[in-house]
């Protein structure tokens, strides 16, 4: 991608705005450096914050009211003229209410149309289940020609962004509410779209994670080094697709235990991702899904919710323990398993 | 652009071609929509063979002026208008509907040349259309955009979604068609689920409106030369057609929606349209 320089934000913002502030701020950065950038939402400007980006660029923005099909169909539009839309609203309506226009508008004829979901998963916990949204990794996934990415945190959205201005093709990226905690110190720890990022190394087991698990992994994998000797490692499994199947068979081949953990319904997410994987690969391995469990999530707080559905530091913790304490029959001789 | 006595001539000329193609596709294919593809052969001429600055030799050139056939079914009267126009070669259209082909019965802009945009799902085909022109004004371009709805498709709420927009970004670089032939799969759209008043609906929605007779090229020109003069809003041109205009079996019957023809029908098809033209 063109190298972008001059951001206005820095690693203060980072700490102190929110993921959708990021994302807003990175895109006014992007829209000067190209022109055929343009954005849209659906009267969320303001909640998705790429209304940032409208008020600096109000000829390349447009809010179509409370009319999401309309949105994606405008945005497939404005695509097949030659630009590069922005599209920002609540996960729940792109990918349900929308589903068709983003599957056969955009994904179909395979355009250049960047979605910035927000409020995914149960990020906007105490709205209820109208506004949580715990299907959409299964829904866009299925969906040829998409790329699915789940940044960590505010810096990773921010890479994300810009990494997708140049990456040809529909990309969807899921963020939450915008109060989650930042993750990364930095942008300059190699983030690639589909490449998993170890944020922790280990041997005895690996948590694979997407969204706002991958903290709560790494501060789960600290406590378990410390009172359980255990050595975890966390894979920050930021694009689901293309899934990095490399990362991933590696981390079967060398801790043969598995916990995907991700704010999502337990099917069709990340955890189905990286089960096909394994089960395609004919090797053995013990293995969890972790997630909203096939059912409508409660309502509160996120980080009650986090801790109810043990997405959590301690739940994690708790689930590990669990993994690591079944029988499982160890193999040391993996050459001849087929 | 008015016409000349020569242009009448000749896009009628055309418009019979592209009504023996039809049939023949319809054959090929072992089955199309054709009673609506043969409703917008007027329209569709005029705009291929009158209005539109293409290239067929260039179908991806960056200043043409862009088309969304909302009403997707209508691909078996499209890929002949195509042919026809030089994008391809018509006899690949023996291979309509079969497998590996290209041409489905919605066409696949990236398989078909001269296929701007994929359509097919009814009520998606004006948003796009609108996201479009936004598009060229945003660029400061000066090629136009033209969508074809179909009536029955106007039941659909996204359709009044991007009704909406279009009025309120004042969206005046796009020529909307409404092929009003007044009939869906189910029955008579009054029938089904009425329209009517559409007119008013239309102008509800902030749009101007003007009625034509769609199978007359002389109304269709004066419709189009309006839409394309009014700067204020945008113009809905609401072509009044006949579903299988040109075969007298099919004209206005519903169950020719869908359809396949033998030979025998096949020959009666020609010979009706043949008729409609003096030939």
Not at chain 1, 197 to 211: F, K, R, S
Not at chain 2, 146 to 173: P, Q, R
Request: charged share 25%.
């Amino acid at each position: 991608m063109a190298e972008v320089t001059g951001t206005t934000w820095t690693v203060y913002d980072a700490n102190t705005l929110t993921q959708a502030e990021i994302y807003g701020q990175v895109l006014c950065d992007l829209g000067t450096i190209y022109p055929k950038i343009v954005g849209l939402s659906a009267d969320l400007a303001k909640s998705t914050k790429i209304g940032l980006f409208g008020d600096k660029f109000p000829e390349r923005f447009f809010n179509v009211g409370i009319a999401e099909q309309n949105m994606f169909g405008i945005a497939a539009g404005l695509a097949k003229s030659g630009l590069i839309p922005f599209v920002s609203t609540m996960a729940a309506f792109t990918t349900m209410r929308s589903a068709e226009q983003v599957r056969t508008d955009i994904c179909y004829q395979k355009l250049n149309v960047k979605i910035i979901a927000t409020h995914a998963g149960t990020s906007f916990g105490a709205a209820g289940t109208t506004h949580h949204c715990t299907e959409d990794i299964a829904i866009t996934r299925s969906f040829a020609n998409m790329t699915v990415i789940v940044p960590a945190d505010g810096i990773e959205t921010a890479n994300a962004v810009k990494a997708c201005v140049d990456y040809p093709g529909p990309v969807y990226i899921r963020i939450g509410r915008g109060f989650e905690p930042p993750f990364y110190k930095d942008e300059n720890y190699g983030f690639k779209i589909g490449k998993a990022c170890e944020v922790c190394p280990g041997t005895d087991i690996t948590l694979i994670c997407c969204g706002i698990t991958v903290l709560q992994a790494a501060e789960a994998a600290k406590i378990l080094q410390r009172e359980d000797g255990l050595s975890v490692r966390v894979l920050n499994m930021h694009t689901i697709k293309p899934i990095d199947e490399g990362a991933i068979l590696k981390a079967v081949k060398e801790t043969r235990r598995i916990i995907t953990f991700e704010d999502h319904n337990i099917h069709g997410g990340l955890g189905s991702a990286v089960a096909d994987v394994i089960a395609a690969s004919g090797k053995g391995c013990a293995f969890e899904k972790v997630g909203i469990p096939d059912c409508y999530a409660e309502v509160g707080y996120p980080e009650d919710l986090y801790s109810h559905y043990k997405l959590d530091t301690n739940g994690i913790i708790e689930k590990v323990r669990q993994v690591m304490g079944k029988e499982f029959e160890e193999d040391e001789s993996w050459e001849d398993e087929v | 652009m008015p016409l000349s006595e020569q242009d009448l001539q000749d896009l009628k000329e055309k418009a019979w071609q592209i009504r023996r193609d039809i049939i023949d596709t319809t054959v090929w294919a072992g089955g199309a929509h054709i009673g609506g593809a043969l409703s917008m052969v007027e329209i569709m001429t005029i705009l291929y063979f009158k209005y539109l600055n293409i290239d067929p030799n260039r179908p991806d050139w960056e200043d043409r002026d862009r088309v969304v056939l909302s009403k997707g079914h209508g691909g078996v009267g499209y890929a002949p208008v195509l042919a026809n126009r030089g994008y391809f070669e018509k006899n690949e259209l023996k291979e309509f509907n079969h497998f590996k082909s290209p041409f489905g019965m919605h066409l696949d802009g990236n398989k078909v040349k001269g296929v701007d945009v994929s359509t097919g799902s009814l009520g998606h085909g004006l948003s796009i259309a609108v996201g479009l022109a936004l598009g060229a004004r945003v660029q400061q371009k000066t090629w136009k955009t033209y969508c074809i709805l179909g009536d029955g498709e106007c039941n659909e709420g996204s359709v009044w979604e991007a009704a909406m927009a279009a009025a309120h970004f004042k969206v005046t670089n796009l020529t909307t068609f409404v092929d009003r032939n007044k009939l869906m799969i189910d029955g008579p759209t009054e029938k089904v689920m009425a329209l009517e008043p559409f007119a008013d609906k239309w102008k509800a929605f902030g749009w101007i409106v003007r009625e034509c007779d769609g199978h007359s090229f002389e109304e269709l020109s004066a419709a189009i030369d309006y839409a394309q003069a009014e700067k204020n809003a945008p113009v809905v041109i609401i072509a009044h057609t006949v579903k299988g205009k040109g075969v007298d079996f099919m004209e206005n019957e519903v169950k020719w929606h869908y359809g396949s023809i033998d030979s025998v029908l096949a020959d009666r098809a020609r010979k009706s349209v043949d008729a409609m033209y003096g030939k």
